[in-house]
């Protein structure tokens, strides 16, 4: 199965201060990885190093094959979706169009977006099951329809990998479940995903494989399986965990 993001010996951070290193990955169609870890200990500096908003410090990314530094812009957007954490709308866009802003990889950025591209975000809203939504403002929005939104667009830059930095985060137990859903779906079809959470029991739901981070980097990485497990837990976030399997799921439980 062909590779679509990988990472060889990756190091990544700011500069002055480094935050993970010697880190391998590899994400082919129909993967999804999950990436836990406390807060601070580099996800989202992990994401943007893998997007190409931050330079690796160590190692490369390689993105179809290709070294991601070497490749202009238009062509990462295209081929890597990226949907943030927390995205608050600040203008009323309708979700039609803010769907349609990821053709801007396509059609550049003052360009007007044509036929292709509009069936192309009509395409996006229709898979992510939120039609009805289409003409209402974003700003009207829950945060699970916002999040869904964002994914759209994504969706509609045409890109097959996609990063998704904390996609449940303060969304409630309603709308997480059509997010992790949705993830699941389009993994299905051939996409490769990678998305972190402060939920390691989304892994067990979501994820075929996980990626367990704390300051320094990777601490261990596998099948949820082998990986979400109380000792794992207890070493990465310093609490204790049972992880139990109840009706079928296995699930994590804090021992209070």
Do not use: W
């Not at 999950?34 to 996800?43: A, D, I, T």
């Amino acid at each position: 199965m062909t590779v679509m993001l990988e990472a060889r010996g990756l190091g990544y951070g700011y500069p002055q201060r480094p935050v993970g290193r010697e880190l391998d990955l590899a994400l082919a169609a129909g993967d999804v990885l999950c990436v836990l870890g406390p807060n601070g200990g580099g996800k989202t500096t992990l994401f943007r190093t893998l997007l190409g908003l931050l330079p690796a410090q160590a190692g490369t990314v390689l993105l179809d094959g290709q070294a991601l530094a070497a490749m202009p812009r238009g062509e990462v957007a295209r081929r890597l979706g990226y949907v943030p954490q927390g995205h608050a709308a600040q203008f009323a866009f309708t979700v039609s169009e803010a769907v349609l802003m990821g053709r801007t990889a396509h059609v550049g950025l003052f360009a007007a977006p044509g036929a292709a591209d509009r069936a192309a975000a009509e395409r996006a809203i229709r898979a992510l099951g939120i039609g009805e939504l289409a003409g209402r403002s974003v700003t009207e929005l829950s945060g699970g329809e916002r999040q869904l939104a964002m994914i759209a667009r994504a969706l509609a830059q045409g890109a097959r990998a996609l990063v998704l930095d904390e996609p449940t985060a303060s969304l409630d137990f309603g709308n997480q479940v059509r997010v992790l859903r949705e993830m699941r779906r389009l993994a299905a079809e051939g996409y490769a995903i990678v998305f972190s959470t402060h939920d390691p029991g989304q892994a067990f739901l979501a994820a075929s494989r996980v990626l367990l981070l704390a300051q320094g980097g990777a601490r261990r990485q596998g099948v949820p399986g082998e990986v979400i497990t109380a000792d794992n837990l207890r070493e990465v976030y310093g609490v204790e965990v049972r992880v139990e399997t109840a009706a079928g799921v296995r699930v994590c439980m804090p021992v209070l």
